[in-house]
Every structure is written in structure tokens, then in C-alpha cells.
């Protein structure tokens, strides 16, 4: 699936005909976005031929599970990025953003619907758009529409984050801990992707490459500015669920000692009252109280009065 847009003198065109971007592109006026979706082989041979793509970025591009990276070619970059989803089952996943920038052209590669090129080229379809025809506004409005939506993200790991607190201090469940490790790993899978991001975005903050000069250097950094907000906030959460976790093992480890200590003391009372039972459970012929008629009403008030006894010594000691 493959959608071509073309920006020309503030006009926008939907393009069928793919063999005729070479005429576009060749326009210093026009503003070209082609945008692929899982491409086949016409398509990738199209980045080929009418782009002249280098093989081995096209190969890169097209290939999922890519690490995010900017690599440099002669007339343009090849930059990856991740965008973040929650899916059915409430976890996150990454989908790969693959993007061909050069001076007056846009190529994004995904596999999958990802909502944040939908909404970029709905921005840039807009009246009066902000992003122009200039392929770095274009390409800042992609990046920080993607970065924007990891605080979405980050937001909902709030929620979960404060829940499971509630859940371990207040309804304490047996379950909690497998919640956190399962927040821990998307925590840890995100952050995978934003901290080589950051990078990315280094290189081109340093004013190496020709297409980010002067006044277009402010919006990169404007999208490097909030993934440091988004990379401390995966490392202030992260931080919170592993003290969340020692706090329900020091819970459980608490109730465990509570249970043994409870069981120790009744231990003592019962063993205490055994020694009576096993004291007149002797057989022994000269024994004055197997023939006292009061004998047995005595042993049982004795053991009770042991129990009683203990049982006071150590709530006085506040050990029960």
C-alpha cells in the first residue's frame, strides 16, 4: 500500500502515477511525500530507480526491528525511529518508522498503521500549516508527533504505577508482582528506543548535515529537549516500581514472619500444656493424683492457667 502527496506552491495533489516522482523531485518548488506501507518488491525497486536510494539503506529500511540510527548518503538521510502503542492485551509495542529525508522529498517506510503519520500529513494537508513545503519542518512535525505520544504513553504507566501502589499497600494481591515485572519489561522496552533516539537526534544537532542549519536546528531541538523529559521520567518510574517491588517483598516477607511468629508462640502454650498432660500421663503406681478425685478438673485448670499465663506474658512484652 503506497500513498503519494505532492505539495506545490502551497497546492496539494494525490499522485497515482509513481513513475512520474522523478518530475516532481526534480522541481525545487515541490515538496514530494511518498509514504509505504509493508512495500513489495515494485515498490522497493521504485526507491531504487526513481530515488536512487543506496541498496544497503534500502535494505535497512524496509527490514523491521532495526535499531533507531541516521545514516548519512550523498542527498540524503535515512533516519529510524519507533513509534509507541498500547495493544489489546495492554502492553506496549513498538512499530518501526523508517524515513528517507532529502531537500525537497520525504519517504516514510512502516509496517502497520502508525496514527502519527496519519496525523502529520493531516497537520500538513491543514490551511495555512505551519510545516510549509520545507521537508525538515515536515520531518519535525513526524518526530515530535512521535515523541508527543511516548507522554501518552507515560501517563497510562503513571495510572498503572499508582494503582499497583494502592493495590500493594491497601488490597494487598498475590498477583501484584507479576504486574510489575510485566510494566517493568514495557518500561524497559521503551526506554530501548528512546535512549538511542536521543542519539539520533544528537547527530543531527550538530550541525554537520546540510539539510539542518540555522533556524531549522531549534525544532530538532525542541523533539531532543522533550525525549530527555521522557527518558528521566521511564528512569523516575522504573526507579518507583523496583522500590514498589522491594515493598511487596518486604510485605510478604513481614506477613511470613508475623504467620511463624504467631505459630512459634502457640507452640510454646501448647508444649506447656503437653508437659502437664505428659507429666500425669506417667504410669507410675505411687502417683498421689490418679486416685485424687479432684485429679483431672486440677490438670485441665493447670494447663488452662498455664495457657492464660503465657498468653498475657507475651502480650505484655507486645510479642502476640
Not at 522529498?105 to 502519527?116: A, D, T
Not at 512521535?146 to 488490597?171: A, C, H, K
Not at 516477607?253 to 508462640?265: E, I
Request: aromatic share 10%; with cysteine.
Amino acid at each position: 500500500m503506497h500513498t503519494l502527496h505532492v505539495c506545490h506552491a502551497g497546492a496539494f495533489r494525490d499522485i497515482d502515477d509513481l513513475s512520474t516522482i522523478s518530475d516532481y523531485l526534480a522541481d525545487p518548488q515541490a515538496m514530494v511525500w511518498l509514504n509505504l506501507e509493508s512495500p513489495d518488491e515494485a515498490e522497493v525497486n521504485l526507491l531504487r530507480d526513481e530515488f536512487g536510494f543506496h541498496l544497503l539503506a534500502i535494505e535497512d529500511a524496509v527490514r523491521d526491528h532495526e535499531r533507531p540510527k541516521v545514516d548519512t548518503y550523498e542527498g540524503y538521510y535515512l533516519l529510524i525511529f519507533y513509534a509507541a502503542r498500547y495493544n489489546e492485551n495492554d502492553q506496549i509495542v513498538l512499530q518501526s518508522v523508517n524515513l528517507f529525508v532529502g531537500k525537497n522529498y520525504l519517504v516514510s517506510i512502516r509496517h502497520g498503521p502508525i496514527r502519527e503519520i496519519d496525523e502529520t500529513m493531516t497537520r500538513w494537508h491543514a490551511p495555512n500549516a505551519p510545516i510549509g513545503q520545507s521537508a525538515t519542518r515536515l520531518l519535525h512535525a513526524l518526530l515530535d508527533s512521535i515523541v508527543d505520544n511516548y507522554f501518552t504513553l507515560m501517563d497510562r504507566v503513571v495510572d498503572r504505577v499508582e494503582e499497583l501502589e494502592d493495590t500493594i499497600f491497601s488490597r494487598f494481591r498475590e498477583d501484584s508482582i507479576r504486574d510489575i515485572f510485566r510494566l517493568k519489561k514495557d518500561l524497559l522496552l521503551l526506554r530501548r528506543a528512546v535512549s538511542p533516539e536521543r542519539d539520533v537526534l544528537n547527530v543531527l544537532l550538530r550541525q554537520e548535515m546540510t539539510l539542518f542549519q540555522g533556524p531549522e536546528i531549534a525544532y530538532i531541538q525542541d523533539v531532543y529537549d522533550h525525549l530527555v523529559r521522557v527518558t528521566d521520567s521511564i528512569d523516575t518510574y522504573r526507579d518507583l516500581l523496583s522500590s514498589a517491588l522491594d515493598s511487596y517483598l518486604s510485605l510478604q516477607s513481614n506477613q511470613l514472619n508475623q504467620l511463624v511468629k504467631a505459630l512459634t508462640l502457640a507452640s510454646i502454650i501448647l508444649m506447656a500444656c503437653a508437659l502437664v498432660s505428659g507429666i500425669y500421663g506417667m504410669n507410675f503406681a505411687q502417683m498421689p493424683e490418679l486416685t485424687w478425685p479432684l485429679g483431672y478438673p486440677f490438670a485441665l485448670g493447670l494447663m488452662l492457667s498455664i495457657g492464660i499465663g503465657l498468653s498475657l506474658f507475651f502480650k505484655s512484652r507486645k510479642w502476640w
